[in-house]
């Protein structure tokens, strides 16, 4: 899987050729963990011709006080937690049995904005680090709101701490993180994950099978761009 990066962020245009896809995620969704799988598989089968760039989407910001209020009457947090192992048994994943029991991050924000550090940083290492972010929570239970967690995790794929600890500083990284969450605002994405193709004439949200993934890319790599509006 190829991923472009500009020198001013993860925004670039889309290539002669290929498709590009504006991949709107919040760390902490598990239906993002699940859909992990369909972009790797992606990715292995188009290679080249996707250019597939990771943004982030505001969904678990406050996620407590969020999980609180949505499901309170089902039973709070510990039955959000059986609904999240219940999800990934669907898929065949195992997640972690103290996620959302003993080991509640209080926001996806931090995660957020070491993401974005590390595509200032190194964009080659972003796909590496969000898999290793969200595979720290999912699968090992740490606390991904937790910037020393994060740092370790960053530094874990070869990502040069003292870089990300600047971005986050000087704030760069905040800067594409607000950008990202605009956009997906503009967009009026509904959630995490949303696939945008097409510059936003497509999006595609949710739990989205890998067949009508396939068959939307296929769709636009085979015909002009021309054809894409008729008005």
């Known amino acids: 899987m190829r991923l472009l990066i500009s020198d001013k962020g993860n925004h670039m245009t889309e290539s002669s050729g290929t498709v590009k896809i504006d991949y709107y995620t919040d760390v902490l969704c598990i239906w993002a963990w699940i859909a992990q799988l369909r972009v790797n598989a992606l990715g292995k089968e188009f290679g080249s011709r996707i250019d597939i760039i990771y943004r982030c989407v505001n969904v678990f910001g406050d996620a407590l006080n969020k999980l609180d209020q949505l499901w309170q009457s089902r039973g709070g947090r ?14 065949d ?3 972690h049995p103290d996620i959302w029991k003993e080991i509640s991050p209080c926001s996806s924000l931090n995660a957020h904005l070491v993401i974005q550090a590390v595509a200032l940083t190194s964009p080659a290492h972003l796909s590496r680090t969000l898999f290793a972010i969200r595979e720290a929570f999912f699968v090992s239970a740490k606390d991904i709101s937790d ?12 990502v040069a701490a003292e870089d990300v600890r600047r971005h986050l500083g000087s704030g760069g990284a905040a800067a594409l993180v ?22 936003g004439r497509q999006i595609l ?17 085979n015909k002009p761009a021309a054809e894409a509006s008729w008005c």
Do not use: C, W
């Not at 510990?78 to 898929?91: C, S």
């Not at 910037?147 to 070869?158: C, P, Q």
């Not at 949200?205 to 790599?221: C, K, P, S, T």
């Open 93 to 95: 994943l195992t997640v």
């Open 205 to 221: 949200f949710g739990n989205v099978g890998y067949r009508v993934l396939h068959a939307n890319i296929e769709e636009l790599l």
């Open 178 to 199: 607000m950008a990202d969450y605009q956009q997906a605002e503009t967009l009026k994405l509904r959630g995490s994950p949303s696939f945008v193709l097409n510059e």
């Open 147 to 158: 910037f020393d967690t994060l740092i370790e995790i960053v530094s874990g794929v070869g």
């Open 78 to 91: 510990e039955a959000y937690a059986a609904h999240v192992h219940e999800v990934a048994g669907l898929f």
